[in-house]
């Protein structure tokens, strides 16, 4: 084992985890290969850029080792549902971008449009 300060190569401490950056490289290389193969794209997917957090990891694992019925059991519902909340901010977000690039001048009225709307109903009710 490495001497040194504690904490600094946490990955001799842990079995199975990848000891380099070469070994790291490795791992993403071999799934970006089975992405590619699988989809027919040269590129990574946009879905990638999207899920994955989920998709390489999901990935990765079942690989090393295939879930079985009573793995699946044991998943917090609670942990579950905030992922899917984070994935939708994230495709909105995503969404949100391809519009401005689509149409700037759209997007960018229809903000205004949104952002002046609640100064409107605020100055209706005083009257």
């Given at each position: 084992?490495?001497?040194?300060?504690?904490?600094?190569?946490?990955?001799?401490?842990?079995?199975?985890?990848p000891?380099?950056?070469?070994?790291?490289?490795?791992?993403?290389?071999?799934?970006?290969?089975?992405?590619?193969r699988?989809?027919?794209?040269?590129?990574?997917?946009?879905?990638?850029?999207?899920?994955?957090?989920?998709?390489?990891?999901?990935?990765?694992a079942?690989?090393?080792?295939?879930?079985?019925?009573?793995?699946?059991?044991?998943?917090?519902?609670?942990?579950?549902?905030?992922?899917?909340?984070?994935?939708?901010?994230?495709?909105?977000?995503?969404?949100?971008?391809?519009?401005?690039?689509?149409?700037?001048?759209?997007?960018?009225?229809?903000?205004?449009?949104?952002?002046?709307?609640?100064?409107?109903?605020?100055?209706?009710?005083?009257?």
């Amino acid at each position: 084992m490495h001497q040194g300060r504690p904490g600094l190569f946490h990955c001799y401490a842990v079995p199975g985890l990848p000891r380099t950056n070469n070994d790291l490289e490795q791992l993403f290389g071999s799934q970006r290969y089975h992405e590619r193969r699988a989809t027919g794209r040269k590129t990574a997917s946009p879905a990638v850029v999207l899920r994955g957090e989920v998709r390489l990891t999901a990935a990765i694992a079942t690989r090393r080792h295939p879930p079985a019925a009573r793995d699946l059991g044991r998943v917090s519902r609670e942990r579950w549902r905030e992922l899917c909340h984070r994935l939708a901010q994230r495709r909105h977000a995503r969404t949100l971008r391809t519009r401005f690039r689509r149409n700037p001048h759209a997007y960018l009225a229809e903000l205004e449009q949104a952002a002046c709307q609640p100064t409107l109903l605020a100055q209706k009710k005083r009257i």
